[in-house]
């Protein structure tokens, strides 16, 4: 797997073999920067696998946490991993204006209203619509500034109208240069399809078959592309 001519990622005769088999096969695929990328196929057939396997960190959310909690651990983590030695030794008040403005910007990129819900940034991921918890989880890894941000499960459990929205959410963020992987059991159009399929004959792989206690909380993202 390589990125040619640029390209923000690509991949050619992709595979990935476990202890029962093939998770997946021939994958090919080439996206330049600003892409959406649709991982297109049904639960088990190895979309999660295939996300994993391009070296993409899987973030999830934690359904004890408020959404205030969530947005103060990510605005702690970025400010000390990502932040400069002359930003860590800025005033405090000023560090913290700083990381509201992030949270604020990241947000309103992701499409979610703190007012908006139940009991707004105290509000419990647990709480969450689905749509919420996806907008939410977008916001979190903008706050990385990505160039690559990957979504696991996009569609699952959302209305078409819900299923409209989050699309048009990706849109938006891959139309601003983000290159944009989504994991999906239906791909939009205009999206770049990219289809997932285990090998004849072989099991699902076992982290990539739904549960049913999905929260919209995969999200991954990664600053390499």
């Known amino acids: 797997m390589d990125s040619p001519h640029g ?8 595979g990935l073999k476990g202890p029962r088999g093939w998770a997946f096969q021939g994958v090919g695929f ?4 600003g892409s959406l990328v649709a991982v297109e196929g049904p639960s088990g057939s190895g979309r999660t696998c295939l996300l994993l396997a391009l070296d993409v960190y ?4 934690d359904p004890s946490f408020t959404v205030a909690e969530h947005l103060r651990e990510r605005a702690l983590l ?3 991993f990502d932040g400069s030695l002359r930003s860590l030794l800025r005033p405090r008040a000023e560090r913290a204006a700083t990381a509201r403005a992030a949270i604020d910007t990241a947000l309103e990129a992701a499409g979610l209203d703190l007012a908006d819900l139940p009991k707004a940034e105290r509000t419990s991921v647990r709480d ?18 990505p160039r ?11 209305s078409a109208a819900d299923r409209a929205l989050a699309w048009e959410l990706l849109r938006a963020l891959a139309a601003g240069g983000t290159t944009v992987l989504a994991v999906c059991s239906e791909a939009p159009e205009d999206a770049l399809s990219v289809r997932t399929r285990p090998a004849a ?11 049913g206690k999905e929260t919209a909380d995969a999200i991954a993202e990664t600053g390499r592309a």
């Not at 080439?30 to 920067?33: E, L, V």
């Not at 899987?58 to 959310?61: A, F």
């Not at 969450?128 to 500034?145: D, I, K, T, W, Y």
């Open 7 to 14: 390209a923000a990622l690509s991949a050619e005769d992709f």
């Open 201 to 211: 004959g072989t099991d699902a792989p076992a982290d990539d078959i739904t549960t």
């Open 148 to 158: 690559l941000l990957a979504v696991d499960d996009t569609d699952l459990k959302l």
């Open 30 to 33: 080439t996206a330049g920067p």
């Open 128 to 145: 969450l619509e689905r749509l919420e918890a996806l907008r939410l989880s977008v916001a979190l890894a903008l706050m990385g500034r």
């Open 78 to 80: 970025r400010r000390r």
């Open 58 to 61: 899987k973030r999830q959310l």
